[in-house]
Structure formats: C-alpha cells, structure tokens
C-alpha cells in the first residue's frame, strides 16, 4: 500500500480511500466474517471503513499503517457487540453453553480450511471472538482483555475452550456426523 | 504469541490454510454514499519527516534517472522559454490574513508544461519506447510528489519548507519536460 494513497486519502481524497479500501478490504472483512457471521460482515465492513476515513486524520504512522486499519477494524466490530446488548458475562464461562466433544484421531483432510471457517461459524460468540483474536489475528491475551472488558484468565479459558471445540468439530466433519462410543456432548450452562 | 498452539496441532494446519477474500458484493459505493465530510475538519495533513524525505528523494532519483538523456541543443526559438518562477504571494480567501500562500505563478508554470508537454507528444514517436516509458514514469513520480506537497499546504499554507519543496518540484518538472522535449525534436 503506497503511503501516497494515505496522505492523500487524509486529505480528503476519495479515489485514494478507495484504494486503501479495496486493498485492505479482504482482510477487514474476513476478520467481520469470523467474529460476527457472514449475515453482519457486509454492513460491519461498511462500518470500519467510513470510522478509518474519520480517523484517518490521527494517524502519524508510528505503527504500520495495516496494523492501524487492523486494530480500528476491531473496536468497530467489538463497539458492535456492545451496542448489540451483548454482556461481558457472555464471556464467562458460568453464561456460556459449552461443548466438550473427546476428540477422537484425526485423519487429514485436502479442505480443511473450509471446515474451519465452517467451525469457527459454530461457536459460541464469545468463544469465537476469542478464538478469532487470540489464534487468528494474534492479539494476547492481555490486549484481548482489555478490548473485550474481561480478565486475561476469562480469555485463556475460553480459548481453550474454543480449541477444543474446534478440533471436536473439525474430526466430526473428518468422520462424519456419527458418534463413537467415547464422544459424548455436555452443555453446561448456569 | 501467548498461548501457542502445539506444533503437531490439527488446529495450526488448518489456521496456516486461511484464506482472506473480498466481500461477494462491492462495497464501496454503500461507504462512498456515507463519506460526507472530508476525514477530519482540521484537515492536519502533516507529512512526517520520512514520507518528506521520501518525496525529496524520489525528486533526486527522477533527476538521476533522467540525466542519461543527451541533452541536444536546440534553437532557443524552437522550445518555449524557461519560465523565471517566482513567488508570487497573495492574499488566500480562506486563510488568516497574516498567513498567505505562495502560489509560484500557478498560471506560468501551467502555460509552460502545457506547451512542453504539447511539443512532446507531436514529437514522441520519434522517441523509443524504453525512452518514453522513462520520461512517462518520472513524470508520474514528480506529478506525485507535487500533490503530495500541495495536499500537505492546504493544511499549511504558510510552511516554507513545503512552499520550496513544491517550487522544486515544479522546476524539476519543467526540466525533465525541457531535456524529453529537446530529445524528441531531434536536436
């Protein structure tokens, strides 16, 4: 991404913005995607880039400039969350219906990828934003926390959780739907 | 990164495989509709001194790049005469009145690339294409450098450092366009 389009996107020029657009459009939105479902991610990538155009005026390029749209594109989506009612106990374990699968050997898969995205789409909120931020983006958990409101140990547990979840559904969609007699789903939910 | 997956993780195979794509539908004339006001009213589009010194150096490699060019002679009757720029200051209508930009004779300079810039395209076939290709791609970087500089004076229209920077660049303009007119006619 040229600096160029930047500057001059600062300065009010929309042919550059749209530049800046289309080339970090992909990653913008496949973050909106995976944390809030392909129903929202549209209007949600809207979103981020009409605040990056308001905000570009703040940016002094002390980080790249990627690593700012990228860190923008979150709180945009998290505000979302917000606005949307969700609580931060939809974080805490005790408010989150929680799968346990045993996972069983997992054999190789050509598309796993697309069972991934698939997976990802079946978690819990919570636990997807965690994942999504922790495993995808590679946020710590201490920033993590700090986005969401929640404590850094609320993060590591529940991307455990995640993960685990994860690898349970990317065997199922390896074996197929049925069971083996050791696999056994347990929601908990207080 | 905290907390990371372990390597033989079926979990690190299929997260390497993740692909980011565009949105099916383009979205950008729903955000074009919504960009209503320019990014921020104060407009503080202040280049830092590496993208500065960036702009300076692409005007130094313009200059290195183009001088290869033989520079022919030419009757001075042929070309239009070098322009004697000068800073021309007056008073802008949106600016504080002890603020006023200098404008380096915006109407000069035009009139003179417009004929230098005339002469080289009635004459570029006379040109070969590797020649013309570097003319073109200078101009594109000095074009770039002087709008950098004039977005960066409408946020600060009294910087002397950006009044001279952008005078520069229009002077090495007018050269590079004096050195490619001179080639294409033969001289």
Redesign the interface.
């Known amino acids: 991404m040229p600096v160029d389009d930047v500057v001059l996107a600062a300065s009010g020029d929309a042919a550059a913005f749209e530049r800046v657009y289309r080339a970090h459009v992909p990653r913008v939105h496949g973050l909106a995607r995976r944390m809030a479902g392909s129903d929202a991610a549209d209007e949600l990538t809207q979103d981020v880039f009409v605040r990056v155009w308001q905000k570009l005026g703040t940016f002094r390029g002390e980080s790249a400039f990627g690593t700012w749209l990228h860190r923008l594109a979150v709180n945009v989506i998290v505000e979302r969350f917000r606005t949307l009612g969700a609580r931060r106990d939809r974080f805490l374990a005790d408010g989150e219906p929680v799968l346990e699968v045993t996972p069983a050997p997992v054999r190789a898969r050509p598309d796993l990828s697309m069972d991934l995205e698939s997976a990802i789409s079946e978690l819990p909120d919570g636990a997807r934003t965690i994942f999504v931020l922790h495993d995808v983006e590679g946020y710590r958990h201490e920033e993590i926390a700090g986005m969401l409101g929640i404590s850094s140990g609320t993060s590591k547990s529940q991307l455990h959780r995640a993960r685990q979840s994860l690898r349970g559904l990317l065997n199922r969609t390896a074996n197929g739907p049925q069971r083996t007699p050791k696999t056994q789903v347990t929601q908990m939910r207080k | 990164?905290?907390?990371p997956?372990p390597g033989d993780?079926?979990?690190v195979?299929?997260?390497a495989?993740?692909?980011?794509?565009?949105?099916t539908?383009d979205?950008?004339p729903?955000?074009?509709a919504?960009?209503s006001?320019?990014?921020?009213s104060?407009?503080?589009?202040s280049?830092?001194l590496?993208?500065l010194a960036?702009a300076a150096t692409l005007i130094i490699a313009v200059s290195a790049g183009v001088s290869w060019l033989a520079l022919a002679p030419r009757p001075a009757a042929t070309l239009p005469p070098e322009p004697a720029i000068r800073a021309v200051v007056e008073p802008g209508g949106a600016v504080q009145p002890d603020i006023q930009r200098a404008t380096f004779a915006d109407a000069q300079f035009d009139a003179a690339v417009a004929d230098l810039e005339r002469i080289l395209r009635e004459e570029s076939q006379r040109l070969d294409p590797q020649t013309v290709m570097v003319i073109e791609r200078n101009l594109r970087a000095i074009d770039?450098a002087i709008?950098?500089s004039r977005?960066?004076l409408?946020?600060d229209p009294a910087n002397t450092y950006l009044n001279s920077h952008l005078a520069d660049a229009r002077r090495r303009k007018l050269d590079l366009l004096r050195r490619a007119a001179g080639l294409s006619t033969g001289g």
């Not at chain 2, 495989?17 to 949105?23: G, I, K, M, W, Y």
């Open positions: 990164m905290d907390d997956l993780d079926p979990l195979a299929a997260l495989s993740l692909r980011d794509e565009p949105p539908a979205l950008w729903g955000i074009a919504r960009l006001a320019p990014p921020s104060r407009r503080v589009v280049l830092t590496p993208q960036m770039d709008r950098e977005a960066a409408d946020a």
